[in-house]
């Protein structure tokens, strides 16, 4: 069964510096969502991406935080100058083009991240 | 503006026992709900969707779940708790731009 992968699984970056979690979203997906998870708490939106531009983000979602598509099956979540607070699970996910409404948003395993 | 609510942190029962894990959502127009589990250290699988049509829906691993409009509840349900059923589950509803918003979640421990 097709699946979103995300690469690390778990990554350890001192306070201030750059953080790249990649994602190869499901082949055939068109809409492709970042999501972080602090620990212990619920699951929060941060951007969601199609045809090559931000569609949506949320307040979370500011200025350190980019997004980008670089070839035709990578999806990448940059954070720049990390901060403590920004240790969390980070979740790729996608959905394919379908009908717009319901369609099933599938996530990958994860990207645990630890600013120290 | 669209909420979910999944009033119970923690949710015990026995195994073999049926189980019921509550979420009430608040959304304006048509509501599309969804039910997610996390197995610990692992990512958010989908179980089930509740687009349109009949109330009780049927999903993986033997869940469902009842959209009730009078209500405004979506219930995940399940006759037979195993073990493995222990996870993390959250209720979710779809926003206007086709995005999640989750509920806080709630955890499921079945005890053998």
């Known amino acids: 069964e097709p699946e979103v992968t995300q690469t690390p699984s778990h990554q350890v970056t001192q306070m201030g510096q750059e953080v790249i979690l990649r994602c190869v979203p499901i082949s055939n997906h068109l809409y492709f969502y970042w999501y972080r998870q602090i620990l212990g708490q619920k699951v929060e939106f941060l951007v969601s991406?199609?045809?090559?531009?931000?569609?949506?983000k949320s307040e979370i979602f500011d200025d350190q935080f980019s997004v980008e598509r670089p070839d035709g099956s990578n999806f990448t979540l940059k954070i720049r100058s990390t901060k403590l607070e920004d240790s969390a699970m980070y979740f790729c996910a996608s959905r394919d083009r379908g009908a717009s409404s319901g369609n099933t948003i599938y996530f990958g395993e994860g990207s645990w991240l630890t600013v120290v | 503006a669209q909420s979910v609510a999944q009033p119970e942190d923690q949710v015990n029962v026995a195994e073999g026992n049926p189980l019921t894990v509550k979420c009430t959502y608040s959304v304006s127009g048509n509501p599309y709900l969804f039910w997610y589990v996390q197995y610990p250290n692992r990512g958010l699988q989908f179980l089930l969707k509740?687009?349109?049509?009949?109330?009780l829906v049927k999903g993986s691993y033997g869940f469902e779940a009842e959209f009730n409009k009078s209500q405004t509840s979506f219930h995940l349900k399940k006759p037979s708790a195993l073990v493995s059923d222990s996870a993390l589950y959250f209720c979710a509803v779809q926003t206007g731009a086709n995005n999640l918003f989750f509920g806080t979640g709630t955890r499921l421990t079945v005890i053998p």
């Open positions: 991406f199609y045809n090559n531009e931000i569609s949506e």
């Open positions: 509740y687009i349109t049509g009949d109330n």
